[in-house]
């Protein structure tokens, strides 16, 4: 790593049981579960690759470093609200394990894994919130662990492990300043191609189309390009790029996401 990396020290909570009272009143439910061997597996294995493909991925610019693994032998007994009749485990359900491992290390980002069920109506994939006291100033990154099958079959299985992880990043840099005109939503890849050659993915596309396909090509089924883009300051407003029909990347504006300036906002490298 250079001494521009910015380093994010990780920590991984993996909770193998799940016996958790969720709802109130005529609507309260409980949901028990045990993490299998080869799910347990599986996700460790993911985690494995989370410090090198962040550091591959944003080109040297940042690094979860260490990611230290932990597996929570206590049961995940309680699920909050996260609106809408949806549940997470959240801050406040890992409290005991924050206490223990965040406000004595201090930590930069979190991501908890935990079995869930099939009737448990969930956030999302996943659901993140940025530092807090709450979290004793790490970001937060929930994922049941559920979707276990699909990584051996997902062409870049850690993505959806980055998405999260860069939620937290997102929080700390719009905390700094950084409005979308700089650093676009992460969850607007629709709108925005590479300044990369059109001969590297996502190919003059949209990321989205690139994800999903066209008619004219099939879905590639990464984000990879997109977060990696994101990471390296090398997005461009699909609009702005198509404005000049010579090149699909030559249009008006900034390249846009965290180019090395707007990581260095935050102060800290490794």
Same mark, same amino acid.
Request: negative net charge; contains cysteine.
């Given at each position: ?56 991925? =944003? ?41 223990? %491992? ?29 530092? =807090? ?13 559920? %979707? ?7 062409? *870049? ?29 992460? %969850? ?23 994800? *999903? ?15 990696? *883009? ?41």
């Amino acid at each position: 790593m250079s001494l521009t990396t910015q380093v994010f020290r990780g920590l991984a909570l993996l909770y193998l049981v799940t016996n958790a009272r969720y709802g109130s009143g005529l609507g309260r439910r409980r949901v028990q579960r045990v993490m299998t061997r080869p799910e347990r597996e599986a996700v460790i294995a993911v985690l494995e690759r989370l410090p090198d493909t962040t550091l591959a991925w =944003s080109d040297g610019l940042a690094a979860l470093d260490p990611l230290d693994i932990v597996e929570v032998r206590r049961p995940l007994a309680s699920l909050s609200s996260s609106g809408e009749g949806r549940w997470w485990a959240g801050p406040r359900d890992c409290r005991d394990e924050l206490v223990e %491992h965040v406000s004595e290390h201090g930590y930069d980002a979190v991501i908890a894994l935990w079995p869930a069920a099939p009737d448990v109506p969930l956030c999302g994939w996943g659901c993140t919130v940025g530092p =807090s006291d709450a979290t004793f100033g790490a970001g937060f990154s929930s994922i049941a662990s559920d %979707h276990w099958p699909t990584l051996a079959t997902d062409p *870049d299985p850690e993505q959806g492990y980055v998405h999260e992880w860069l939620h937290q990043v997102e929080s700390v840099y719009r905390q700094l300043g950084l409005g979308e005109g700089e650093l676009p939503s992460l %969850h607007a890849a629709g709108d925005f191609t590479s300044t990369r050659s059109p001969a590297e993915p996502p190919f003059g596309q949209s990321y989205a189309d690139y994800h *999903d396909g066209t008619a004219a090509r099939p879905g590639a089924r990464t984000w990879a390009p997109w977060y990696r *883009d994101w990471m390296t300051g090398r997005l461009r407003r699909l609009d702005a790029a198509n404005a000049d029909p010579a090149s699909p990347v030559a249009g008006a504006g900034p390249a846009l996401g965290l180019t090395p300036e707007r990581w260095a906002l935050r102060g800290r490298s490794g």
